[in-house]
């Protein structure tokens, strides 16, 4: 015990000394802001978690028609941000074909909700005379919250049957939105270049 008491008087005489309690203050401050940075960290990644879309899939057949099937498994709605649907042969010379559903872009699916996406290769098939059962299908799903503060993309390839899922939209989807962006401004500028055109040929008619 006087040890105990002797080491604690030393440390005091120390901590008296000229700039040796600014050193402590900024080590309890230092710390101090760790661990508030911890608990921020946390706090994102349980709300994170909270919104982020849950969705399952799996492949409906029907006569003549093939579907994705898709379903909100979470109680908050989500919004589509790509629809891609692949196809992969199984030959010596593979093909991938891709059906890429710009309809389902930025549309909403309410929490439990379901919907069925169609998808028919048959063109594409017959263009490659590659039969149906040299065809592997994989659904890929960019989904997000309403507030678009979280991305999850699903995969369902039907050979394995399990779906997988990747946080964040990864620089594949990137590159298709800004392909897709400068593919609308292209077709704007061309409709609003032939409506000019046509408001100049009513004009000669005149």
Same mark, same amino acid.
């Given at each position: 015990?006087?040890?105990?008491?002797?080491?604690? @008087?030393?440390?005091?005489?120390?901590?008296?000394?000229?700039?040796? &309690?600014?050193?402590?203050?900024?080590?309890? !401050?230092?710390?101090?802001?760790?661990?508030?940075?911890?608990?921020?960290?946390?706090?994102?990644?349980?709300?994170?978690?909270?919104?982020?879309?849950?969705?399952?899939? &799996?492949?409906?057949?029907?006569?003549?028609?093939?579907?994705?099937?898709?379903?909100?498994?979470? =109680?908050? =709605?989500?919004?589509?941000?790509?629809?891609?649907?692949?196809?992969? !042969?199984?030959?010596?010379?593979?093909?991938?074909? +891709?059906?890429?559903?710009?309809?389902?872009?930025?549309? +909403?699916?309410?929490?439990?909700? =379901?919907?069925?996406?169609?998808?028919?290769?048959?063109?594409? *098939? *017959?263009?490659?005379?590659?039969?149906?059962?040299?065809?592997?299908?994989?659904?890929?799903?960019?989904?997000?919250?309403?507030?678009?503060? +979280?991305?999850? %993309?699903?995969?369902?390839?039907? !050979?394995?049957?399990? +779906?997988?899922?990747?946080?964040?939209?990864?620089?594949?989807? %990137?590159? #298709?939105?800004?392909?897709? @962006?400068?593919?609308?401004? #292209?077709? #704007?500028?061309?409709?609003?270049?032939?409506?000019?055109?046509?408001?100049?040929? =009513?004009?000669?008619? %005149?």
């Amino acid at each position: 015990m006087p040890f105990l008491l002797h080491q604690f @008087e030393r440390l005091w005489y120390w901590v008296q000394q000229g700039g040796n &309690s600014n050193i402590i203050l900024v080590g309890i !401050t230092a710390a101090y802001s760790f661990l508030t940075l911890r608990m921020m960290q946390a706090t994102n990644a349980q709300a994170r978690a909270m919104a982020m879309p849950s969705v399952s899939l &799996s492949i409906l057949h029907a006569e003549n028609e093939d579907f994705i099937y898709v379903k909100n498994t979470g =109680s908050q =709605s989500l919004v589509f941000l790509e629809v891609l649907l692949k196809c992969y !042969t199984h030959r010596k010379d593979p093909k991938l074909l +891709v059906d890429d559903q710009f309809g389902f872009i930025n549309a +909403v699916l309410a929490g439990g909700a =379901s919907s069925n996406i169609r998808y028919d290769f048959t063109a594409q *098939r *017959r263009e490659h005379n590659i039969q149906m059962s040299d065809c592997s299908i994989i659904a890929s799903i960019t989904v997000s919250d309403l507030p678009r503060t +979280v991305t999850a %993309r699903y995969s369902f390839p039907v !050979t394995y049957g399990a +779906v997988t899922c990747q946080l964040g939209k990864g620089w594949g989807y %990137r590159f #298709r939105c800004l392909g897709r @962006e400068l593919y609308w401004r #292209r077709n #704007r500028v061309t409709h609003r270049f032939l409506d000019l055109v046509g408001w100049l040929k =009513s004009l000669d008619r %005149r």
